[in-house]
């Protein structure tokens, strides 16, 4: 698989969880917000191979992306919608 269609994977895996928060009320969800709170535990040890990157995106839940949310905005670090 190459680097595009593997990043190409990774977006719809992203826009797929984004829309399942959307199913359960988290409308101002996007898949580049749950990229950014999947990636970022990887930017210590570099990223996975793709099946963890893959299970990393749809385990993730709904309390830790908030508490993701909620600890970078503690930080400063959410970016300006």
């Not at 359960?24 to 210590?44: L, M, R």
Request: charged share 25%; net charge negative.
């Amino acid at each position: 698989m190459s680097d595009v269609e593997m990043n190409e994977t990774i977006e719809l895996l992203c826009l797929s969880k984004a829309e399942e928060f959307h199913l359960i009320g988290y409308d101002q969800v996007t898949g580049a917000d749950v990229w950014e709170c999947v990636s970022d535990k990887y930017h210590k040890k570099g990223t996975p191979p793709l099946y963890e990157v893959v299970n990393d995106i749809l385990s993730l839940k709904v309390t830790q992306f908030m508490n993701f949310i909620t600890l970078s905005m503690y930080r400063g670090e959410i970016r300006k919608r």
